[in-house]
């Protein structure tokens, strides 16, 4: 990336956006698993920042400690995880979930995961694995494509048909899998179904093999704010078995955190 995001470049200094930060947390964001360590050459590179502009960012991040370096390369330190747990402490429904979802792990001998809605992606914010030998290494703060994903479809659901309609006018169609849905209208009538019966089940649109179903998690006011999901191996846990055998447990493990978050019993 050779130049700056649409955030940084379409969003003059001003008394409500403060464009030092904005391009701190762009240094921030340039930290990823395919680039674990960076020269400032390559940060630069990468956020569209003078060398110079880099350097006083990243001297500062390492100052205050979410910084590390070796004298040529930068790496995040682990109190970067701080920004993070601040979000997910700040929701403490998390805390009250947890044990939840480890009861429907316990009993579905199944992966779960909870996430909530970022754009056209969702991030995981709490998943509890399943003791098998094979599990995805999918953790806190991954983020997929929601529109192929149950949890994704879900979330996408609970937006109204207009600002629904309109993230998906931007969203770039890919193929996956051979089960991947690459057609607009076909997407949006999956998105709609999930609304009108409550969950969605994908099978292995995003990846072979993997498949899951969701619900959503839902306020006082019905508002989608999460989603809750059982996820496992298509070769032994089949869609029929999914639907039949899993659904059940994931929709009563919903509603009892839902109602932890105000929702009406239903």
């Known amino acids: 990336m050779n130049s700056q995001t649409t955030e940084t470049k379409d969003h003059k ?3 409500s956006y403060v464009q030092s930060f904005a391009r701190g947390l762009e240094v921030i964001r340039s930290f990823s698993a395919a680039t674990p360590e960076q020269t400032l050459s ?8 003078t060398r110079a502009g880099a350097r006083r960012i990243l001297l500062t991040l390492q100052t205050l400690g979410y910084v590390a370096t070796d004298g040529k390369l930068f790496r995040l330190s682990p109190r970067i995880l701080d920004l993070g747990f601040a979000y997910l402490s700040s929701l403490p429904l998390w805390n009250l979930a947890e044990p939840v979802m480890e009861d429907l792990v316990e009993e ?3 992966s779960s995961s909870a996430a909530v809605l970022d754009g056209l992606d969702i991030v995981y914010v709490l998943r509890v694995p399943t003791h098998k030998i094979m599990r995805t290494t999918l953790g806190v703060g ?3 494509p929601a529109c192929w994903t149950s949890m994704g479809r879900v979330l996408l659901a609970g937006l109204p048909d207009d600002e629904l309609q309109a993230r998906l006018q931007g969203l770039r169609m890919e193929r996956f899998t051979e089960h ?11 998105i709609r179904h999930a609304r009108q019966q409550g969950w969605s089940l994908v099978n292995q649109e995003l990846e072979e093999g993997l498949i899951s179903i969701a619900a959503p998690l839902t306020n006082r006011t019905g508002q989608t704010v999460a989603a809750l999901n059982i996820s496992g191996q298509a070769n032994r846990t089949s869609a029929t078995m999914m639907q039949e055998s899993l659904l059940p447990a994931l929709l009563r493990a919903a509603r009892s955190i839902s109602r932890m978050m105000g929702a009406p019993r239903g």
């Open 13 to 15: 200094p001003s008394d």
């Open 42 to 49: 390559e940060v630069a590179a990468q956020t569209g920042l």
């Open 108 to 110: 579905v001998r199944e």
């Open 142 to 144: 991954s983020r997929l």
């Open 180 to 190: 991947t849905t690459t057609d607009g209208d076909a997407l949006l009538a999956h």
